[in-house]
């Protein structure tokens, strides 16, 4: 058996794919990540734990799978966004893993809200200035609140870049999820030394950076140890979780644009050149030419489930949804399926704006539905009437471990390039036309 790991560092969950080279999903495990919150603010989540959630989660997809280690030829991942950690020059872990959603860093200091916020940042970085989240503000705060930790600081490593170090033994970073970090410039596609200069941060303490997608060695002694996988299994860099999710939904091979449907509402399209347009971020593309451009709306899936809870508690989702959509059908909504109906359309509508945003209000015929409204076909029916595009459902229910897997595809030479391993990897399951 031949199979092709794709690692999903989700915010919530972390999930674990095992695919065969034709793209089908053999094995899956998914764990939830506890994460700790010592003092308001915080977000934390241990290195041990963060490694015992991997094997954990690993270990159920290869029992799903009916497969072993040995059976893997290929891995890589799916990224959350600055979720990090500090090491020292022994390269043991200073903290625990900081994450994403963490917000030490608030307020954030006046000149780094002034460089982020100027057109240069702008055009160079691909997004708009910092926010209590972004990694740097949070590096800010451990230099002036803990100077004992940053004065022993040798490395700073995503979790990614971490992943990346435990399994292979290489300082290695995607481009794709650096670029969130406001330290990169997209000219280049590499390290900005002017950012780390304004910013008061040494370049040096970063890993290098690869295109996303790209090969990067094979797995190494501390991977078999730690997560029990085969010593010289090849590896590749992965991409930030939409971005991953997007190449594993068929972005370029079955669309033109990805939409996700999840705790947050988002747009995924690919252009050929960075554009300062509010609200989007951009980052390099697998192929080293063009960039993704990626926006997002906080007002997602969430307003459905509270709905739920608050009108009908003795009902699932599921049920409201079908519900919806007969009544749909048969125009004659009662109020409980009426509300339902305004928010699903509201959301549909939300995502119209995010596509024109990172589309420039270019027509599209075919876009890709991702996350848990991709489940829903009224949905999804909404979606394409209110956007007037074919809107597909991947065959696949988890496209960042698929994206990811395609990546380890192409690492490990099962085929050619990352595009035609999507090509052969990726599959429609249903479309939804206008």
């Not at 509201?346 to 704006?353: F, P």
């Not at 395609?406 to 390039?417: C, D, E, P, Q």
Request: glycine letters at 10%.
């Amino acid at each position: 058996m031949r199979l092709l790991l794709g690692l999903d560092l989700g915010t919530s969950y972390f999930k674990v794919g095992l695919f065969s080279p034709d793209g089908a999903l053999r094995g899956l495990g998914r764990v939830r990540v506890v994460t700790d919150t010592p003092a308001p603010g915080y977000v934390e989540l241990p290195v041990e734990r963060f490694v015992f959630l991997l094997r954990s989660g690993l270990d159920e997809a290869l029992r799903a799978a009916g497969a072993c280690a040995s059976d893997i030829t290929g891995v890589s991942y799916s990224s959350q966004a600055t979720t990090f950690l500090l090491l020292d020059a022994g390269d043991r872990p200073l903290t625990p893993l900081v994450m994403w959603t963490d917000t030490r860093g608030a307020p954030i200091d006046p000149e780094v809200a002034a460089f982020g916020s100027s057109p240069e940042f702008h055009q160079r970085v691909g997004h708009a200035g910092f926010v209590a989240e972004s990694l740097v503000p949070k590096l800010r705060w451990f230099r002036r609140e803990r100077p004992e930790i940053w004065a022993r600081t040798a490395s700073v490593m995503t979790i990614s870049d971490y992943l990346t170090f435990l399994l292979t033994g290489q300082r290695m970073a995607d481009a794709s999820t650096a670029a969130f970090l406001g330290l990169q410039d997209l000219r280049t596609c590499g390290w900005w030394p002017e950012a780390f200069a304004n910013l008061s941060l040494d370049g040096a303490k970063f890993s290098r950076l690869l295109a996303p997608g790209a090969a990067c060695g094979c797995t190494g002694a501390r991977a078999a140890a730690l997560l029990g996988l085969t010593e010289g299994t090849p590896f590749a860099v992965g991409a930030i979780d939409h971005h991953a999710a997007a190449v594993g939904a068929g972005l370029g091979s079955l669309a033109e644009v990805s939409i996700s449907t999840g705790t947050v509402l988002a747009a995924l399209a690919l252009v050929e050149r960075i554009d300062p347009i509010p609200g989007c971020y951009h980052g390099p593309h697998t192929d080293g030419r063009r960039f993704y451009r990626l926006a997002f709306n906080a007002d997602g899936a969430g307003k459905l489930e509270n709905y739920q809870r608050r009108v009908a508690p003795g009902r699932t989702l599921e049920e409201l949804l079908a519900a919806a959509d007969r009544a749909r059908r048969e125009g004659n909504p009662d109020p409980v399926e009426a509300g339902v109906l305004e928010i699903l359309t509201s959301i549909a509508q939300a995502h119209v704006g995010l596509v024109a945003q990172v589309t420039g209000s270019r027509q599209v015929a075919r876009i890709a539905s991702t996350g848990g409204g991709a489940r829903s076909d009224l949905w999804l029916r909404l979606k394409a009437e209110a956007i007037g595009a074919t809107v597909v459902r991947p065959a696949v229910a988890e496209p960042a471990c698929l994206g990811a897997a395609i990546f380890a595809a192409a690492a490990a030479g099962v085929y050619s390039t990352i595009d035609a391993a999507a090509a052969a990897m990726v599959r429609p399951a249903a479309e939804f036309t206008p």
